[in-house]
């Protein structure tokens, strides 16, 4: 058991760390959708799709950096008392903290797949077997929606972009959980 827990740290690890590697080069990208925005307003005529794209990006950016700073434990913790205890009494405490924070993401990720499916046009209550069927060519896609603004761009990449973010943050959720077990047993990661 321990064996098949330290293979899937270590695979979880690896792709986030990756991913969370390019993705944090996301905010170059935001950078220069930005001030293109402002040298087409300052010297052209305003674009329709800069700021809108702005917001994309920060999400994508966001979304999937999310996996990574959960594995560095860049997230924001309440140091005041954490940072005297003992590895054990960390570990118990995060076990605790990571379980409700795996059920977040459920719900998030559930929401995330809910919303995708609507965006391609289904109205019904099985988004996940909608968007399996899609996936694989049995399932249509319908009216999509999109983005009421001048641009209107359509919103299912950006939806599906927060899928995969919500799906390897509840992933890297479970290898920290996994790590907490772990170090309750005394082991070493």
């Known amino acids: 058991m321990q064996g098949l827990m330290r293979g899937y740290i270590r695979g979880v690890d690896a792709v986030n760390y990756r991913l969370g590697r390019v993705a944090m080069y996301g905010i170059f990208v935001l950078m220069a959708i930005l001030l293109w925005s402002s040298v087409s307003k300052t010297f052209f ?21 999310g996996p990574y700073s959960i594995q560095l434990g860049a997230n924001v913790r309440m140091d005041l008392l954490y940072g005297e205890w003992s590895i054990r009494r960390k570990a118990w405490f995060d076990l605790i903290t990571v379980c ?90």
Do not use: H, N
Request: aromatic residues 18%; proline residues 4%; charged residues 15%.
């Open 45 to 65: 005529l305003p674009m329709l799709w800069t700021l809108e794209m702005a917001q994309f990006v920060m999400v994508g950016y966001y979304i999937l950096g």
């Open 100 to 189: 409700f924070l795996i059920f977040y993401l459920s719900v998030l990720l559930y929401g995330a797949v809910s919303s995708t499916a609507y965006s391609l046009g289904y109205w019904k209550d099985a988004p996940f077997s909608y968007l399996f069927g899609v996936l694989i060519g049995t399932e249509e896609v319908g009216r999509m929606e999109r983005s009421s603004s001048a641009w209107r761009p359509y919103m299912w990449p950006i939806k599906a972009v927060m899928i995969v973010g919500f799906f390897l943050m509840l992933l890297q959720c479970v290898s920290e959980l996994f790590k907490d077990v772990l170090r309750l047993k005394g082991q070493t990661i």
